[in-house]
């Protein structure tokens, strides 16, 4: 390379640099090891850089919620007495609920339900773009986590592993543009898939113009794609749109703020059925 | 010693961008932090270090943030860096307008390239906002055009007290 001129000499960096991309880029997306072992290689070495923001990030998150709390927490402690009274009294009539419940689905021979075995993760970093809607978990194989499984949070759906590597893993968010789910109206029981559009919303599709589906209805993960288990919440129908096509156009907002997750779970064994009795409704 | 700074450029830019991430991650979406140490050495008209910058920056912001195509990001800021150093060869853009047009149009160009590297990989898109992109633009401006400054004014003083002592 000495005896070639300067600019030639940048020109040859240029196509060498960029060739070596593109062939990490179709590596990657034909799942090849060599960029994944090269992609996970750099995440391990610059994670302490990562830790170190994100951790400076929690501290000053904790500082301006901290200040803001005690702006409200006067008044918060007032109110929270009157319910706590309340939801003793509330309680008392749950617990005697749940020995009935209990007692009956004994005499009808029913199977007790089964909560998905989850592991609990703190999101590191999160992207919220429009071309690009992710999170990285602290949790990777070494704690169970694998590539397809979904990952709930309070509150419903949040979306599905894609990446993991031993400590870390890249979650992919329901609004992201190549997300799916598929989801149910359980107040009518038509079913759709729902997917991301980049934004903060979602938008379901495959429904007749028909279906019978009104603003602020709840839509439920199915459980027919086969990787989110049946009956946690996706979202709200916000938007319903009749146009000329054999589709509504349904916009759903997400039942979890996606834009303020810390504490995720991530379902490590095969799906379970509903978590609780948000039944669904059968098919029309 | 230049690699060490360069390498602490991109530290700062990594942890930088973590931070904002965590903070506000809806806010973290419209500033790329990532592009502050292609501009600094693009600027300067210093193309094999904005290549080579370019593509370290891209390949830890695709190890981290990115799911779809490891490589994609180092992609964009390598062309950006060789074509922001081409420019800055042939015109003095190292100055406060220079720097806030080059900002400017760097995000521009990356978003442009995104969507053709995205359909050419057949990787879903986002939707096309041009009000957002012209936000973004003037957002990443401001920055590049602000930090570097800073960045410069720095050095100089630095230079000074060592020419002093």
Redesign the interface.
Known sequence: MRGIHPRRRDGVWLVVLLSGQLVLMSAHTRQANGATALENAVAAASRPLVAAGAGLGRWIDGSLRFVGELWVARRENTRLRAELDRLRTGLERARELERENERLRRLLGMREHLAPATVAGSVITAVLSEQQQMLVLDRGRADGVLPDRPVLAWGGVVGRVVEANAHTAKVRLLTDPSSGIAGVVPRTGWEGIVVGRGGRRLEMLYLPAYAEVLPGDRVVSSGLDGVFPKGFGIGRVIHLEEGASASPRILLEPEVDLGRLEEVLVVVEGTAPAPSGDAVAAAP | MRLLAAAAGL?AA??????????A??A??WVDLMLLPVAWYGLQGR??WA??VG?AA???H???????????E??KK??LG?SL?SLASRFDLNQAVGRLASGMLLVVADQGL?WA??GL?D?????W?PW?LGMRALVNGVLVATVLAGLDRCLRRGEKSAARH
């Open positions: 530290a990594l942890g930088g961008e973590s931070l904002a991430a965590r903070v991650p809806a973290g979406a193309a094999r290549m080579g593509c891209g390949l830890l695709d190890a981290w943030f990115r799911v779809d195509a490891f490589g994609l180092g992609f390598t062309l060789w150093a995104e590297l995205r990989l990787v879903a898109q986002g939707p906002r957002a």
